[in-house]
């Protein structure tokens, strides 16, 4: 792989940056800028590689720029580079491991700079990335990503269509945090059934485990399989029951039930 010369703009902690981390980011990396000199050659020496500078205009010498900061600190930033007169057609910005639009980066691109955003998604046997933006940008920081690691293993870098993230921002609230407080209510439940300890974790990863496999698996309407049986025949009984001892969990799974009666792409159809 051809070279790519990397800045790095960074405020904040980033100790837990899954980005920074990368075994062979180190090696493509230039100036750092940060809030000051002292604290950009701290990150370079934490990061082992790149080396500290003072002021935006340091980053010339690097085609893409990296700009990993607090939300809260992205349009100061932003900012303070058109201020600093850095921006060329041939300098690019990636905003890195935010869930902030790419269109953030707008004022860059006005300049005549190409823009991106990356974002690390929750993974337990490898690194996720998605990236979004302009397509040359995307495809530059898909080619590092691929060569972070000395075998190419345990990274994947995705590919979003430009102006999309806001649909893998929903995609991953519903399956990394709506169930959640779903995993919890079964829990309390299974907990009062009897349930503890070891017993009870084992059948909830269970429970947790069929479904997913059997979504895998191609098992994707929503009430296929033998829990859709379990529904019919013994539904009002149990519906009786919970409706006495746990009124607000029955309500909560009617409601529920509803939902997911109607799959994303019915619900398209009946509202046209």
Not at 22 to 31: D, K, Q, R, S, Y
């Amino acid at each position: 792989m051809k070279k790519l010369t990397l800045g790095l703009v960074i405020e904040g902690n980033s100790t837990s940056s899954a980005l920074l981390r990368l075994p062979a980011l180190a090696a493509e990396l230039g100036p750092v800028k940060s809030s000051g000199l002292p604290t950009a050659r701290r990150v370079s020496n934490f990061l082992k590689g790149g080396y500290g500078v003072a002021s935006y205009s340091d980053l010339a010498s690097a085609r893409t720029i990296l700009i990993r900061v607090p939300d809260s600190a992205t349009d100061r930033v932003i900012s303070e580079i058109c201020d600093a007169g850095l921006v060329w057609p041939d300098h690019s910005f990636v905003l890195c491991e935010t869930w902030l639009p790419t269109e953030k980066l707008e004022p860059l691109r006005r300049l005549g700079a190409g823009i991106a955003s990356l974002v690390a998604l929750p993974s337990w046997s490898e690194k996720i990335f998605a990236l979004e933006g302009d397509v040359t940008v995307v495809r530059q920081m898909r080619r590092l990503l691929r060569h972070a690691t000395v075998d190419h293993a345990g990274i994947r870098a995705l590919e979003l269509r430009a102006g999309s993230k806001h649909l893998l921002f929903a995609a991953a609230a519903l399956c990394n945090a709506v169930p959640i407080p779903l995993l919890l209510a079964s829990q309390q439940l299974l907990r009062e059934s009897g349930l503890s300890g070891n017993q009870l974790l084992a059948l909830i990863e269970h429970m947790s485990n069929e479904m997913v496999a059997s979504f895998l698996k191609g098992a994707r309407a929503p009430w296929g399989g033998a829990f859709a049986d379990l529904l019919k025949t013994t539904r009002g009984d149990h519906w009786d029951h919970l409706d006495v001892t746990h009124p607000e969990t029955a309500a909560m799974l009617r409601q529920l039930l509803k939902l997911i009666q109607v799959s994303p792409k019915r619900a398209r159809v009946q509202s046209a």
